[in-house]
């Protein structure tokens, strides 16, 4: 165990980032913001062609190295063979990972429809949990590194309108809170993310959506909470206060409620 070694700082230049679900809105913006700061950095894209447009986009905007792999999150067979891949990309210089999958699916079909409602989980919690567990075991035999995960305020309780997405968040959530607990002795970082609403493919035409957030704001945070070694962060930060409020009521009232 290398307990010596010294933190990885994401947001000051130096050290290959891997990038999981790099074409979604929020995580565009985080490759981005890293790329900035001289990261270089490891793509993975369901498409392969977007991922790789990415990433030549990138490398010749702030002149870092790139790769981009193909990587789909109900593959979960493939998952510790891709994510073996993606660290000998880095060729020895893993700094961490952000990990930004995610499916909000049809909660109304979901209510309906079983195979519907697997897939929102086996996207938001099972994949997340099959890529995590060889990285965070990587990280943790390197003494050395960070994990950020994208999370939901969605998981900090369950509403009629989403409960199923909530459910795999509020999972994904418990998850990282034991890694975090495991790994911190190893001197791997942890970081929980909780996004409010963000103005993503994700909630494009979605009603209910307020204080909606633009994805480069979130990936700011993002990039700032790995660097600050956070452990759970509300984006933006007024989150804390709405779920601390929304956590507080009553079961008995909560039920009443249409939310
Ligand atoms: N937008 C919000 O309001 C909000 C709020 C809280 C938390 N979040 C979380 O933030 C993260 C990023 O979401 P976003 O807002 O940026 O939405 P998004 O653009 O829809 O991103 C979702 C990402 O997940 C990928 N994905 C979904 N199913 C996949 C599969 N089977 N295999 C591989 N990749 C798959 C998508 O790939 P493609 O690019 O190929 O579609 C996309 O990259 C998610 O974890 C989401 O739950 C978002």
């Known amino acids: 165990m290398n307990v010596g070694a010294p933190p990885v700082r994401p947001g000051k230049a130096g050290g290959v980032v891997l990038v ?23 793509l993975t894209g369901r498409d392969r062609a977007e991922t790789e ?40 210089q893993l700094a961490g990972a952000v990990l930004g999958i ?67 968040k509020a999972g994904l959530s418990a998850y990282l809170s034991g890694l975090r607990n495991r790994l911190h002795h190893s001197g791997v970082q942890v970081t929980t993310v909780l996004p409010g609403f963000v103005d993503t493919a994700m909630t494009y035409g979605k009603e209910g959506m307020f204080l909606v957030a633009p994805p480069e ?3 700011r945070g993002i990039v700032r909470a790995v660097d600050r070694r956070r452990d759970v962060v ?15 009521i009553p079961e008995a009232l909560f039920k009443r409620l249409r939310l």
Do not use: K
């Open 234 to 248: 509300y984006l933006p930060g007024f989150w804390r206060g709405i779920m601390l409020v929304i956590r507080s």
């Open 53 to 92: 447009t990415l990433a030549a986009d990138l490398r010749i905007r702030y002149g870092v190295r790139t790769r981009a792999r193909q990587l789909d999150a109900l593959a979960f067979e493939t998952h510790a063979r891709e994510i073996e891949d993606c660290i000998d990309d880095a060729e020895g």
């Open 20 to 42: 999981l679900g790099a074409t979604s809105g929020i995580m565009r913006a985080v490759a981005h913001e890293l790329a900035r700061h001289g990261h270089d950095l490891v």
């Open 102 to 168: 995610g499916y909000l699916g049809e909660h109304a079909r979901a209510q309906q429809d079983s195979l519907e409602a697997r897939r929102i989980v086996d996207t938001n919690l099972t994949a997340c949990i099959t890529l995590l567990t060889p990285l965070a075991n990587h990280l943790e035999a390197n003494g050395r590194g960070f994990l950020c995960v994208l999370s939901s305020v969605a998981g900090d309780r369950g509403r009629q309108s989403n409960y199923v997405y909530g459910a795999a």
């Open 217 to 219: 704001r979130i990936a």
